[in-house]
């Protein structure tokens, strides 16, 4: 289960403040609709390897494409 936050932010000299815009409750991670992401390319592949040190593999979408990976339960 995963708890998908939008949420618009607003920095002030004391701290910064977040107002909840919408939260989704998401289920059933999609395993063929996240290969369907990366084959459209809302999912990228980032392989971070350096000179001298890896920082292994990590996958990047955007934030609006997250609840399309899990199905509607």
């Known amino acids: 289960m995963l708890f998908y936050v939008e949420a618009e932010a607003k920095r002030t000299g004391d701290g ?19 290969v369907s992401a990366i084959e459209s390319g809302a999912v990228l592949i980032d392989f971070d390897a350096r000179s001298h040190h890896n920082h292994g593999t990590k996958f990047r979408l955007r934030q609006d494409s997250v ?7």
Not at 18 to 29: C, D, E, K, P, T
Not at 67 to 73: F, N, Q, T
């Open 67 to 73: 609840p399309r990976l899990y199905c509607l339960c």
């Open 16 to 34: 910064e403040y977040f107002n909840l815009v919408r939260v989704q409750v998401l289920q059933g991670f999609d395993l063929d609709k996240f």
